[in-house]
């Protein structure tokens, strides 16, 4: 989420930074299993990206080795795993100020989850 430095230098203030970026972080994985359990969207834009970049790799055969795609693969679950979106974490930023119908942050949030056909 962009957290660079902590708020002090003791090392009880850097483990407390470090904590509370670890409850963000799972707060936002969960509200954003909710949505896609609940709303029935999920991050197409992400998901494709996500599978264009594998492709790219696959296809340039002086970068990929044996088994390299599966290794890659497993490292960008990881990945998609660990990190939320800029997108999504704007959203929500917006979303916690803005004081707007749950039906209309939805709506927004749709419109930028869905690939635009």
Partial sequence: MNERKSWASSLAA?????IFECLAHNLLLLFEERLVREEGIRD???D???IRRIRSKSRDPGRMKTGEIVRNFINSAVTRATQRTQRFV???RVRIYKRA????????LRKLWTLQT
């Fill in 48 to 50: 494709q990206k996500q």
């Fill in 44 to 46: 197409e834009v992400e």
């Fill in 101 to 108: 119908p749950w039906s209309e942050s939805v709506a927004r």
């Fill in 90 to 92: 704007r959203w929500v």
């Fill in 14 to 18: 850097k483990q407390s930074h470090a």
